[in-house]
């Protein structure tokens, strides 16, 4: 616990890199660490208070004494590195499913811009102010990359993830996919990311951390019911 207390993190509801942070901490039973939440709405993440950790006004901002560390798949390497004896392990001795880990885990990241590509165009620009040839190609990537998760996940079952036993590779794909999910993705056509939701979404580390306004409502949109 007292690890934790000198531990802070500055975080938004429902983004993805924030919620891998909490994930993270979690799993390593980090618990009791400083949490400020802020509204993206009311332009937040750009206060000064973000700024002096972060100067993108991004979030998370995270800080463990005096190290600092906005960029999640960075803030849950250094967690697990710094903490290996604790919680659970999050990275893999055997080199193929560590390999496969890394692999899966970078390949997260790419998911996560595709993923933003689509709903933060089509949720943010106006209608009017949409380049078609945009929405077009903005979703023929990610229906490409939906695809290939699709196939990563042939042998998904419970205690066996992207890359073994829960490993930090799930702490990454799993925010984007409940995001997907949230914002609309068919069950029907994509029923192995479904069934990996659905195997996950009670994991005590991803309940513990749900986003709070998800929560508060339930109903999600439907930008991506189509992909």
């Known amino acids: 616990m007292s690890m934790a207390k000198s531990m802070s993190l500055l975080w938004g509801t429902g983004s993805p890199p924030c919620w891998r942070v909490m994930i993270a901490l979690e799993e390593k039973k980090l618990q009791g660490y400083k949490r400020k939440p802020l509204s993206f709405e009311k ?26 560390l906005n960029e999640s798949c960075a803030a849950c390497l250094y967690l697990e590195n710094q903490f290996k004896c604790q ?29 933003n590509s689509v709903i933060y165009y089509e949720w943010v620009v106006p ?37 073994g ?23 029907g056509r994509y029923p192995k990311l479904a069934k990996y939701y659905s195997l996950l979404k009670d994991r005590p580390s991803i309940k513990a951390s749900w986003p709070p306004h998800w929560l508060a409502s339930p109903q999600g949109f439907d930008i991506l019911k189509d992909l």
């Open 165 to 187: 036993a829960f490993p930090l590779a799930d702490v990454i794909i799993f925010p984007n996919i409940a995001y997907a999910f949230r914002f609309g993705l068919s069950v």
């Open 87 to 115: 919680g659970n392990k999050l990275i893999p001795d055997n080199p193929a499913e560590q390999a496969l880990m890394y692999q899966r885990m970078m390949e997260g990241l790419a998911f996560t811009d595709k993923l």
């Open 127 to 163: 209608e009017e102010e949409r380049h078609d040839s945009a929405v077009k190609r903005n979703r023929t990537d990610l229906t490409t990359e939906l695809k290939l998760w699709e196939d990563y996940l042939q042998k998904v079952a419970a205690g066996s993830y992207l890359a």
């Open 43 to 68: 332009g937040e993440h750009k206060s000064q208070e973000v700024l002096e950790i972060n100067p993108r006004g991004q979030l998370p901002a995270f800080k463990h004494g005096n190290n600092i």
